[in-house]
């Protein structure tokens, strides 16, 4: 049976991550891998995720399964943090899922159960995985238009135009905050357009919320979330925990369906329990248990808000460095739309083989599409960054 197997595509940021290794460079800079890294090149665990860690540790008695939503504790505290008092919590079905990557596959995987024929728009570019799992479940989709290489920013006539082209019972795949990879967001006057097309058209709105608390705060990023999930008749959010709490491992995702017709709970409910059973039964619980326990907890909460604060603002200071930096080597404020990102990423917008320039003549790892990671500098490596981006002629 074996024989009948076909090689698959590497995965392109992990090719990234080996040639990085394998590279002799001392100054060589990884700009790919997509995990949050202090001044110091360190990936570190958040003071309250340790407090929460050793409570957990000395009050547990069991590890017997959840349920097959998860901890409702943990959807209860998720539920909180992403949608506020947007809507009432009876609106809302939840599961937990093995990372954001898990609440994804299981939004996909409700689509195609409630509608086969249903179509899913996507923004050109998005995170590569979208388009993996859904060419993978045989999902069509449909890109719209939405960076604009030029300007560094987003480029909104183009993306309306094409959700033009929306029916009824078609999904559009959105970045609640801090799109990957590009950094460029929709301001929430152009949200509420959005919004008023997907209600035109009766198309549901499906938001992958993954840096909640890394672009403008825990609340201005949620905005958006917030205005669709109490705007429309249905909304799936898929959200993570691995970035805003550092627990990448731990696999730590919630699925959302909110419905405005509370008559739909219990169904909804009964088949998001019901993939979880068929894809991995009981999903894993150590995570979750890690943020509700901050989540509940004022004084854990607090601190972990002031940790992810101080993250979101070293984020902002590098960028700010870096399009200072940029346009005082180049003498143009063509990058100034570097300081605008928000979230991890920005795009540059350059081509391949300027990327392939950076990699070869200065040791300077980032995607191929020009996507780098924002927290893989610091501020002794962005003037190195730029440097040998004016000297590549981007």
């Known amino acids: 049976m074996f024989e009948n197997l076909k090689d698959q595509p590497a995965d392109k940021i992990l090719a990234l991550m080996e040639a990085y290794k394998a590279d002799p460079r001392e100054d060589k800079i990884d700009l790919g891998v997509g995990v949050y890294k202090n001044p110091e090149g360190i990936t570190p665990v958040m003071r309250a995720v340790k407090s929460a860690e050793q409570r957990i540790w000395e009050e547990q008695e069991t590890k017997a399964y959840t349920g097959l939503a998860g901890d409702p504790m943990f959807a209860d505290a998720m539920i909180g943090l992403v949608l506020g008092d947007a809507v009432s919590r009876d609106q809302v079905s939840a599961v937990a899922t093995p990372g954001g990557t898990g609440a994804v596959r299981q939004a996909f995987e409700l689509i195609r159960m409630a509608n086969p024929g249903a179509r899913i728009f996507v923004s050109d570019p998005t995170w590569p995985n979208h388009l993996s799992i859904l060419k993978y479940l045989g999902i069509e989709t449909v890109s719209y238009r939405y960076f604009d290489s030029s300007t560094g920013g987003v480029d909104f006539a183009g993306m309306m135009e094409d959700l033009g082209q929306l029916k009824a019972g078609d999904v559009v795949l959105l970045h609640g905050c801090c799109h990957n990879p590009t950094g460029a967001n929709l301001n929430l006057t152009e949200w509420k357009a959005v919004v008023a097309r997907l209600t035109e058209a009766g198309a549901l709105p499906m938001i992958d919320i993954a840096y909640q608390g890394f672009g403008d705060g825990l609340d201005e990023d949620a905005a958006a979330v917030r205005l669709v999930a109490s705007s429309v008749p249905e909304c799936l959010i898929a959200a993570s925990c691995s970035k805003n709490f550092g627990?990448?491992?731990?696999?730590?995702?919630?699925?959302?369906?909110?419905?405005?017709?509370?008559?739909?709970?219990?169904?909804?409910?009964?088949?998001?329990?019901?993939?979880?059973?068929?894809?991995?039964?009981?999903?894993?619980?150590?995570?979750?248990?890690?943020v509700s326990t901050i989540l509940t907890d004022d004084g854990l909460r607090a601190d972990w808000q002031a940790e992810l604060e101080d993250v979101r603002l070293n984020m902002l200071g590098l960028r700010e460095q870096l399009a200072s930096e940029l346009q005082r080597l180049s003498g143009s404020d063509r990058f100034h739309f570097l300081a605008q990102h928000r979230g991890m990423f920005s795009r540059l917008g350059c081509a391949p083989e300027q990327v392939e320039t950076l990699r070869k003549d200065h040791g300077i790892y980032m995607v191929g599409d020009s996507r780098m990671n924002i927290a893989g500098l610091n501020s002794t490596t962005v003037p190195l960054l730029a440097r040998a981006i004016v000297d590549a002629g981007i």
């Open 247 to 290: 627990i990448y491992r731990e696999r730590t995702g919630l699925l959302m369906a909110v419905a405005q017709d509370r008559g739909l709970g219990r169904t909804t409910q009964g088949n998001l329990a019901f993939l979880n059973r068929q894809n991995y039964s009981f999903p894993p619980d150590h995570g979750a248990r890690i």
